[in-house]
Every structure is written in structure tokens, then in C-alpha cells.
């Protein structure tokens, strides 16, 4: 009798395997565990480069005959605690938001994800639930590389030849801007020139150099691509019929063998209710920067032979093409 529901139990055991490939037939990594009702098996983390063209993360299972089990992917949250996100309902062949036409069912449970970016990475979850149980398998997904900042509207106040100075805007209180240039391979970028611009506290672009509020300026990075250069507060500018838009800098960024990128930076604590700027990326996370004290050396900054009393300090990068 007891051979008898052993082999029972073998009937209903569920298998689940779980690997990564990328764009091709050769299999990167495998994992497989033979499970009864309840099991979880642990994959193999898996590197790919950004924008790679595809990423398979294979699940197949077997299981006694009789109605098809329920497969779907997930991601798990960045934050403990938090629900699953779902990816593909591979039984319904339905992709969820965010992998709308970058998500794909092939070789009968496996997830083929397109066009990769920086937001797949993570850990993703095939479940598998049927008549023989259920099982999940996970893989963690590594990509490799930075997204570049978004390019923006250059504006009508952009004036070339401007000089070398890492003042750009004076009269205070002054706010310390420092941050890294770096490519699309996440490589700091040395010798890169950006060029600043901005309104002053009162919400105007000048055009004669000798004013001190001239609020321009040009500086280079480093050997490891870092960048750092002191300027206030911009105001916002606009009046009447024309919408005040959210406080911003303009960055003009040129390096060897790179496209030049126009973009600009935006402070999460002053966007505003809404941006006059339809073309503008005001509303784009990655040129957002969020102001904070100064620490350490920070609170007394120095510039050539002058010291600067600095209130605020940010940190923004930027990725090059």
C-alpha cells in the first residue's frame, strides 16, 4: 500500500526549469528541480548589455496529464515588502504595462523581453500551478550599461563663446552643482565641456558678460569624468499670457568622438503645477535633482583662492551617446 502512494506522489510531481539565454539557442544557465506540492528552486544571475536585442529567461515544466497549468512571470519589487509586479500571463498570452510589445512568449513557458533597458534588471519569477502543485523558479536579470539623458530644448538664450569659469551665476546663496559624465557603457568621460546657462534669482537671461549676474559659464571634467562648479538658484521666468516654467539650468555638453547633448536640469522641489513647455522634460525622473545641505568640505568651498559659503548642494549625472 505504501508503494502504492509513493507512486501516486511521484505522478503528481511538477517540474520547473529556469535559465537565462540571450537572443539565441545556446543555453546560458540551467536550473531544474523536481517538486510534489510546494518547492522553489534558485537560478543564475545573468549579465546582459544595455539594449541588448533580446533576452530569453526559459521556464518549462512537466506535470501528470490533464488541464494546463496556470504559468505567469513576475518581477519582484526593489523594495522588501512590496507586491509583485506582473510581467506575462503566459497561459492568457497577455503582457502586462511596461513589456506592451517588448514581451514574448516562446518555446512553450519562456519569456524572450526586447529592446532590454536598465529597468528590466532584477529578479523575475516563473510560477507554474496545476493539478501537480505549484512551483516557482527565479533568475536574476543584470543589465550592463546607462541610459543616457534625455536631450531637451535648447532655448532661445543660448549664447556661444562663453569663458571658462566655475562661477557661472554670483551673489548667492550659493548652491554647489557637482556629478559625473559618462557614456552608455557607464565609462567616465574626461574632457568633456559643458556649457551652463541659466536665469538669475529674478527670473532673467542675460547677455552682457560683464554683468555679475551673468549666470554663464563653461567647465571641463576630470580624469574620472567628474564635473563641479557653483551658481544660485535660477528664478522662474514668465508673466502674463506666458506661464512661469519650473525652475532649470541648461547644459550644452560636447566630448571627443560623442554627440552633443542639449538637455537640462530640472529641481524636484520647485516643478511647479505644470510646465508651459509642451517639448520640455520637466516631467522626466532622470533630470530631476533634488537639492540637499552641504557636508564636510562642502560648507566652505573653494575656487581658485576664494572660498565660498555654500547653502545648498546637488548631484546630477549625465550619460553621453
Not at 142 to 155: A, E, H, L, Y
Not at 211 to 221: A, D, H, I
Not at 275 to 288: M, R
Request: proline share 7%; with cysteine.
Amino acid at each position: 500500500m505504501f508503494a502504492f502512494f509513493s507512486f501516486l506522489l511521484v505522478g503528481c510531481t511538477l517540474c520547473l526549469q529556469v535559465s537565462a539565454q540571450q537572443g539565441t539557442n545556446e543555453t546560458v544557465a540551467v536550473t531544474t528541480v523536481a517538486m510534489t506540492i510546494v518547492a522553489v528552486t534558485a537560478g543564475t544571475d545573468r549579465e546582459v548589455p544595455l539594449g541588448a536585442e533580446s533576452v530569453v529567461l526559459p521556464c518549462r515544466y512537466t506535470g501528470r496529464e490533464g488541464a494546463p497549468p496556470s504559468v505567469r512571470w513576475w518581477k519582484e519589487p526593489e523594495t522588501p515588502g512590496q507586491p509583485r509586479t506582473e510581467v506575462y500571463d503566459v497561459t492568457n498570452d497577455l503582457a502586462h504595462d511596461g513589456y506592451l510589445g517588448r514581451a514574448e512568449v516562446v518555446d512553450q513557458a519562456s519569456l524572450r523581453l526586447l529592446k532590454v533597458t536598465l529597468a528590466d534588471a532584477g529578479t523575475f519569477v516563473c510560477t507554474v500551478e496545476g493539478d501537480g502543485g505549484y512551483a516557482e523558479g527565479f533568475v536574476r536579470l543584470g543589465v550592463q550599461g546607462c541610459s543616457p539623458t534625455p536631450r531637451d530644448v535648447q532655448g532661445p538664450y543660448y549664447l556661444r563663446g562663453v569663458p571658462h569659469q566655475r562661477v557661472v551665476c554670483r551673489g548667492g546663496p550659493y548652491l554647489l552643482v557637482k556629478g559625473t559624465v559618462r557614456d552608455s557603457r557607464c565609462s567616465a568621460v574626461a574632457k568633456a565641456t559643458l556649457e551652463v546657462w541659466q536665469a538669475d534669482p529674478a527670473g532673467c537671461y542675460k547677455i552682457n558678460p560683464d554683468r555679475p549676474s551673468f549666470c554663464r559659464g563653461k567647465v571641463r571634467t576630470d580624469a574620472q569624468g567628474r564635473f563641479s562648479f557653483l551658481t544660485v538658484r535660477p528664478g522662474k521666468y514668465g508673466s502674463g499670457w506666458w506661464q512661469a516654467r519650473p525652475v532649470h539650468v541648461h547644459f550644452r555638453v560636447t566630448a571627443p568622438r560623442r554627440r552633443t547633448l542639449v538637455t537640462q536640469m530640472y529641481f524636484s522641489d520647485n516643478l511647479g503645477e505644470k510646465d508651459p513647455c509642451k517639448f520640455c522634460g520637466s516631467d522626466n525622473p532622470s533630470q530631476l535633482t533634488k537639492p540637499r545641505p552641504p557636508s564636510g568640505n562642502e560648507k566652505n568651498y573653494k575656487v581658485g583662492g576664494t572660498r565660498y559659503r555654500i547653502q545648498e548642494v546637488t548631484e546630477w549625472d549625465i550619460v553621453l551617446n
